[in-house]
């Protein structure tokens, strides 16, 4: 799996950005990826999400209206690949690692991955913060801090991996395969 960044460096909207990258082409993209609305971003990313053979991360700017992108983008593709069992459950936990993403790492931009192998589903978002998440307990009644509980309870697997430029946090899902 390549590390963070180190996929495709093309000003290709959404793709292969560096999270905070010093070059120039990487600044341009990024500002490009930033000046889209969520609508125009699903419209770019969407198609290459769904290819089920496909192995692309979709860069997001990381940012509060990332996390109703990131769900409804994986919605689509769940659907696009008879997965509909796994729609609420696959939202929910999206949500919860996008929005950790968002709030506590401090890049630019943040990844979504989704990959389809026999069996399993696995979504990963990915970020440019090295430091590896905790499973904490809030305290009761407390509005933020039970993400990772949430995902450690819903999710058949899930983790985190150190990339060069970062970390991506994971979790995988059991597909029930039809037999015809």
């Not at 700017?61 to 769900?71: D, M, Q, T, V």
């Not at 970020?127 to 450690?152: F, K, Q, T």
Request: charged share 25%; hydrophobic share 40%; net charge positive.
């Amino acid at each position: 799996m390549a590390g963070w960044g180190e996929v495709d460096q093309s000003s290709h909207l959404g793709r292969g950005l560096a999270a905070d990258g010093p070059s120039g082409e990487g600044r341009s993209a990024l500002a490009a990826l930033e000046r889209l609305s969520p609508w125009e971003l699903e419209r770019v990313v969407l198609p290459r999400l769904r290819d089920p053979a496909g192995t692309e991360e979709v860069r997001l700017p990381s940012r509060g209206e990332s996390g109703p992108l990131a769900r409804r983008l994986v919605l689509s593709v769940l659907r696009t690949w008879g997965l509909n069992n796994l729609l609420e459950v696959g939202e929910l936990l999206t949500a919860e690692l996008v929005a950790n993403a968002v709030r506590h790492t401090g890049g630019r931009t943040i990844g979504l991955k989704l990959l389809r192998r026999p069996g399993w589903l696995r979504i990963e978002v990915r970020d440019s913060s090295r430091s590896l998440p905790c499973l904490i307990v809030a305290e009761p009644g407390a509005e933020y801090g039970n993400g990772l509980v949430v995902v450690n309870t819903l999710a058949d697997r899930w983790g985190a991996d150190l990339l060069p430029r970062g970390k991506g946090v994971w979790f995988e899902l059991k597909v029930r395969e039809r037999v015809a």
